[in-house]
């Protein structure tokens, strides 16, 4: 019973976080021989304000490119 945990930036459209579960619940079948009525899936959008990686938010590093365009 593979439990799939996924989080992601927000801002995807709808179709691609579709796409995105499809694919995780075909590799879960492939790879592990996982039956898909016992694969779960949970994709968390986190907000860019929230989401960091050398004490810089997606949000800031988004700021300054548009400054410097």
């Known amino acids: 019973m593979p439990l799939i945990d996924v989080s992601i930036a927000a801002g995807r459209s709808p179709e691609q976080l579709r796409a995105?579960?499809?694919g995780l619940?075909?590799?879960?079948?492939?790879?592990v021989d996982a039956a898909p009525e016992n694969i779960t899936?949970?994709?968390?959008e986190v907000p860019h304000e929230l989401w960091s990686r050398t004490n810089t938010t997606i949000a800031e590093?988004?700021?300054?490119?548009?400054?410097e365009q």
């Open 20 to 22: 995105l579960i499809d």
């Open 25 to 31: 619940h075909k590799v879960a079948e492939q790879t």
């Open 41 to 44: 899936v949970i994709v968390r």
């Open 61 to 67: 590093r988004n700021a300054s490119a548009a400054k």
